[in-house]
């Protein structure tokens, strides 16, 4: 009875404990949002020039709460952004969520100028698993066909080892490269990437924001704060 009675009471206190700290967080969250603390209102959002957001592919299906997500990422500054999940749900309702949106347009449609300098034009990547996969293998064979021709040619039968820089250099001839985001966001329990192109991340800050339906605009503003305050490695 004893050990009961301490077991319930540790699981009351740390009950109590997460109820609180979810507490300060909606409250910290309305501080920042509705613009009184003041540190939160201004930043340089140059920094973030690629955004990713990841989603667990179940929560892929609120399309409703990317699109909220979206137009608070707009309303910020930030105008670049790659959406994944690793089914392609997302990517399935690409029309859905660039009908809600104004001037966004697929970022492989956009043009360079749109890409790089326009502030009044959102870019959208739809990625998924399945896009990872398939660069992989279009690289793969783009190497074997580009080094067994140098094979040929010179009559040297030895064995190609293909490095890091070789690889990417295949992606970028392939048109699979893509940009490396500044910062990826992953919204969903896992606390991973979920399968997001590694080539792509090698510099990337990966933050986890916890379920979707429990987003917040002021959690969100308060990472890509705390982002902009971290020296950015200058080797990308």
């Known amino acids: 009875m004893g050990i009961r009675l301490v077991w319930h009471i540790l ?3 740390v009950s109590m404990f997460y109820v609180a700290l979810g507490m300060t967080h909606v409250a910290e969250s309305y501080l920042i949002s509705s613009g009184l603390w003041k540190k939160y209102r201004a930043f340089n959002k140059g920094k973030v020039r ?3 957001i990841v989603v667990e592919s179940e929560e ?4 409703s709460n990317i ?3 979206l137009l608070w990422l707009e309303s910020i500054g930030v105008k670049h952004i790659c959406l994944y999940d690793a089914e392609g749900i997302m990517k399935k309702s690409k029309e859905a ?6 001037n966004a347009t697929l970022f492989e449609k956009a043009s360079e100028h749109d ?3 326009s502030e009044n034009c959102m870019t959208l990547e739809f990625a998924s698993f399945s896009d990872g996969k398939e660069a992989v293998a279009k690289a793969a064979n783009f190497l074997l066909r580009k080094y067994m021709t140098s094979t040929a040619l010179n009559g040297n039968q030895e064995e190609n080892t293909f490095t890091e820089a070789q690889m990417a250099d295949a992606l970028k001839a392939i048109g699979c490269n893509g940009p490396e985001p500044d910062l990826l966001l992953v919204y969903g329990p896992v606390r991973c990437h979920l399968g997001f192109p590694a080539w792509r991340i090698r510099y990337t800050e990966i933050v986890h924001m916890g379920p979707l339906k429990l ?3 002021g959690s969100l503003i308060k990472t890509i704060y705390k982002f902009t305050m971290v020296r950015q490695n200058f080797g990308k």
């Not at 892929?60 to 399309?63: C, G, I, K, P, R």
């Not at 969520?97 to 104004?102: A, C, P, Q, R, T």
């Open 11 to 13: 699981h009351l206190l």
């Open 50 to 52: 690629y955004l990713a």
């Open 60 to 63: 892929a299906y609120q399309t």
């Open 67 to 69: 699109i909220k997500l």
């Open 97 to 102: 969520i660039l009908e809600k949106l104004n």
């Open 115 to 117: 890409k790089l300098l």
């Open 215 to 217: 987003m917040r605009y």
